[in-house]
T-cell receptor, first 115, second 116 residues
Framework: GDSVTQMEGPVTLSEEAFLTINCTYT??????LFWYVQYPGEGLQLLLK?????DKGSNKGFEATYRKETTSFHLEKGSVQVSDSAVYFC??????????????FGTGTKLQVIP | GAGVSQTPSNKVTEKGKYVELRCDPI?????LYWYRQSLGQGPEFLIY????????DSGLPNDRFFAVRPEGSVSTLKIQRTERGDSAVYLC??????????????FGPGTRLLVL
């Protein structure tokens, strides 16, 4: 079945450091790929998405590129801020013919940014 | 506009009791999903509604779990004879439809259930 593997955390970075959180997936068909973020005490929020190969999703300085050849969707940000401290979830969704869009999540990566 | 809302935000109950968790989806969203998120894990699918009907309940862990959506809007997740292992955050999400390639699921803040 479909699955998502992301790097284990926690990831601790100093403010203004470069961030990469790795995500790879296994899926039948051609899924859409997402990054969701969960800030402390809050619900899941969609951060960015990409729906086909070579698409780049971007939002709030974060970027991720849908790489079909490596089945990856790594999250990057050039300069993190303390306010980026949160748990980041990589996810995929796929709708089979006649079916519905089922989302599969990774286990999450906790990011801690220190001043 | 209003997002997905869930009540209560926290629920503490004793082992063996019955609980109901409520979800109000975004107005106009026909698809509704329930997920369970255990500590340190990603959300796991429980059940999907399209309109009033449960189109896929394959994620419900056992027959103590049941969900309804009688009017195609608000949904209630019901757990009978709660066990300590049911403790988790229960998330609800909604989307415009069953999932065209561009559609996204929007999540509520979750209900944190603690079974003592």
């Amino acid at each position: 079945g479909d699955s998502v593997t992301q790097m284990e955390g926690p990831v601790t970075l100093s403010e203004e450091a470069f961030l990469t959180i790795n995500c790879t997936y296994t899926a039948t068909g051609y899924p859409s790929l997402f990054w969701y973020v969960q800030y402390p005490g809050e619900g899941l929020q969609l951060l960015l998405k990409a729906t086909k190969a070579d698409d780049k999703g971007s939002n709030k300085g974060f970027e991720a590129t849908y790489r079909k050849e490596t089945t990856s969707f790594h999250l990057e940000k050039g300069s993190v801020q303390v306010s980026d401290s949160a748990v980041y979830f990589c996810a995929l969704s796929f709708r089979p013919p006649g079916g519905y869009q089922k989302v599969t999540f990774g286990t999450g990566t906790k990011l801690q940014v220190i001043p | 506009g209003a997002g997905v809302s869930q009540t209560p935000s926290n629920k503490v109950t004793e082992k063996g009791k019955y609980v109901e968790l409520r979800c109000d989806p975004i107005s106009g969203h026909t698809a509704l999903y329930w997920y369970r998120q255990s500590l340190g894990q990603g959300p796991e699918f429980l059940i999907y509604f399209q309109g009033t009907g449960a189109a896929d309940d394959s994620g419900l862990p056992n027959d103590r779990f049941f969900a309804v959506r009688p009017e195609g809007s608000v949904s209630t997740l019901k757990i009978q004879r709660t066990e300590r292992g049911d403790s988790a955050v229960y998330l609800c999400a909604s989307s415009l439809g069953p999932g065209g390639i561009q559609e996204t699921q929007y999540f509520g803040p979750g209900t944190r259930l603690l079974v003592l």
